[in-house]
């Protein structure tokens, strides 16, 4: 996948929303992070299998 990301709106209750804020917090991670992360999981354990993640190019691009 070329590390494009899919973006979609979603509806969250505002006490669900909270929870995972919080939990992502107490990991350093962003609520959107938390929810990938959170996501892959159930995924896991219901044996779903996917690739692993790519993971984020940090740092600045390489010179020309």
Do not use: Y
């Not at 690739?51 to 600045?60: F, Q, S, Y």
């Amino acid at each position: 996948m070329s590390g494009a990301k899919k973006a979609f709106p979603l509806r969250l209750d505002p006490a669900l929303h909270a929870a995972i804020e919080r939990s992502a917090a107490a990991e350093l991670r962003s609520v959107n992070a938390q929810i990938e992360l959170l996501l892959r999981e159930a995924l896991a354990r219901r044996g779903v299998k996917l690739a692993p993640p790519e993971a984020a190019r940090r740092g600045r691009p390489p010179k020309e």
